[in-house]
């Protein structure tokens, strides 16, 4: 047995350790704030994303907001308030969103734009809870309003640093604007929650400049929308990846190597978040002929995020993609000459891009996951699969998103509950792009794919 006096030199022991450690933590934290490499979770995880539907009200000038709505195509930021969850943010800036969705929307009587919102716009390093930006997409060409919501779920499912993401309540100045989907967007306060620091390079990989494209698409004549629920599965345009629509290899969005020039890589750069130097974009180049050459691919890419994120992208079949002649609608994050690929843009999967019907998305190849161009030019795809063990993970990841999503039910189950949380705001949006009908059927078809 320890006697009294034993006890006494154990517990001063143990204090002193406790001093020392709590000491040592505090100095070890303080060092990582001043390094900027502290983790952790920011609060516009809980107080913006944390709720079922996000609540945002958007307080505009009605003439500036005309105006703005007017000159879409311009993508001109406005000075707004907007109020999250109840909380009022300030001189926020405001602008219509997209590419071929912003000129579809702009060649109709519709104005339910998608939108980004800058809350440090016009107010140096405001946030939102820590977020900087983040955009408000309106479901078009998903009568769902759910193949987005599900394709990030999937992603953050098999380990993919996806954005986060919420439905949420649009109004403006008060009256109802629709349901939209709210996604954070990558710059430094992704970057900070998911790496730890800020001293990464982002780029949005677009390939397609649609110029004075007129928005006419198959199934919208004259300009109008096009139904969202044509045939079989949900969807909005045809297969322009088999057309042969513009893409990839031109602007360096295929990832093939061409050379060492900038400009060479145009989808890449131009679309750099923040500043770039040319060292920065060399360093993207080297990765690229590195992959070319199939050589090192460790020492340049994110060998197991690119898989998992291949393993997700092939499961929800998005096409608007690398996948196809469009080569875009991803992000490339590159730190320290390496690279890893982020999810972007899901509107049109699950067969959306081509009004495919069930068959053909369940049936879409796992191993040579393209279409409208060959497997050699998209060599992140093609050079990683000629890997007997990157092929062999890969298809591990894929089976775990089946046992994870698919078995026993679990994607019907999946599916009913999202439409528990959002069928009554659907059958309510003044402003959606199908009737509830529409959707209903939408969401039936959805189930089939599990």
């Known amino acids: 047995m320890i006697n009294s006096k034993g006890i006494n030199v154990i517990v001063a022991i143990a204090v002193a350790f406790a001093v020392v450690l709590s000491a040592a933590l505090v100095v070890a934290g303080n060092m990582q704030k001043a390094s900027g490499s502290l983790?952790?979770?920011?609060?516009?995880?809980?107080?913006?994303?944390?709720?079922?539907?996000?609540?945002?009200?958007?307080?505009?000038?009605?003439?500036?907001?005309?105006?703005m709505l007017d000159n879409a195509r311009s993508e001109q930021f406005i000075m707004v308030d907007v109020v999250i969850n109840g909380t009022k943010f300030k001189n926020v800036g405001i602008r219509p969103k997209g590419n071929s969705s912003l000129t579809q929307v702009a060649s109709s009587d519709s104005d339910r734009y998608s939108f980004r919102l800058q809350f440090d716009e016009y107010i140096k390093d405001q946030t939102c809870f820590g977020l900087e930006s983040m955009v408000l997409n309106n479901m078009l060409g998903d009568s769902t309003y759910m193949k987005e919501y599900v394709s990030y779920d999937l992603m953050r499912e098999i380990g993919v640093d996806a954005p986060?993401?919420?439905?949420?309540?649009?109004?403006?100045?008060?009256?109802?604007?629709?349901?939209?989907?709210?996604?954070?967007?990558?710059?430094?306060?992704?970057?900070?929650?998911?790496?730890?620091?800020?001293?990464?390079?982002?780029?949005?990989?677009?390939?397609?400049?649609?110029g004075n494209w007129d928005g006419n698409v198959p199934g919208a004549?004259?300009?109008?929308?096009?139904?969202?629920?044509?045939?079989?599965?949900?969807g909005m345009f045809g297969n322009f990846g088999d057309r042969g629509w513009p893409g990839g290899s031109r602007g360096g969005g295929s990832l093939e190597y061409t050379d060492d020039n900038i400009e060479s890589y145009s989808s890449i750069f131009n679309n750099v978040v923040g500043k770039g130097k040319e060292s920065d974009y060399q360093r993207v180049i080297q990765a690229l002929k590195a992959l070319s050459e199939g050589k090192e691919l460790e020492k340049y890419f994110d060998v197991d995020k690119i898989l998992r994120y291949l393993a997700a992208h092939t499961f929800v079949v998005n096409l608007d993609s690398?996948?196809?002649?469009?080569?875009?609608?991803?992000?490339?994050?590159?730190?320290?000459?390496?690279?890893?690929?982020?999810?972007?843009?899901?509107?049109?999967?699950?067969?959306?891009?081509?009004?495919?019907?069930a068959t053909s998305v369940i049936n879409f190849p796992i191993d040579t996951p393209v279409s409208?161009?060959?497997?050699?030019?998209?060599?992140?795809?093609?050079?990683?699969?000629?890997?007997?063990e990157y092929l062999e993970r890969y298809h591990s990841y894929l089976q775990q998103l089946i046992g994870k999503y698919l078995a026993n039910g679990k994607f019907e189950g999946k599916i009913k509950s999202l439409d528990a949380v959002i069928s009554e705001y659907v059958k309510n949006d003044a402003t959606a792009f199908c009737t509830f009908d529409e959707y209903q059927n939408a969401v039936s078809a959805f189930i089939t794919l599990g």
């Open 164 to 210: 986060y993401f919420g439905y949420a309540d649009i109004k403006i100045n008060g009256e109802s604007h629709g349901l939209y989907l709210a996604v954070e967007l990558y710059n430094d306060s992704y970057e900070q929650r998911v790496f730890g620091n800020t001293s990464g390079m982002l780029y949005n990989v677009k390939s397609m400049d649609m």
């Open 372 to 388: 409208g161009v060959e497997m050699s030019s998209r060599p992140l795809i093609e050079k990683l699969f000629s890997n007997a």
């Open 39 to 67: 983790k952790s979770e920011p609060e516009y995880a809980n107080k913006v994303f944390g709720t079922d539907i996000i609540s945002i009200d958007i307080l505009a000038d009605e003439e500036d907001w005309q105006e």
């Open 221 to 234: 004549p004259g300009g109008g929308m096009p139904s969202m629920f044509e045939g079989g599965m949900p």
């Open 322 to 357: 690398y996948s196809s002649s469009m080569a875009q609608n991803y992000y490339i994050y590159e730190r320290d000459g390496k690279l890893t690929v982020l999810p972007w843009d899901y509107n049109l999967a699950w067969g959306g891009f081509q009004n495919g019907d």
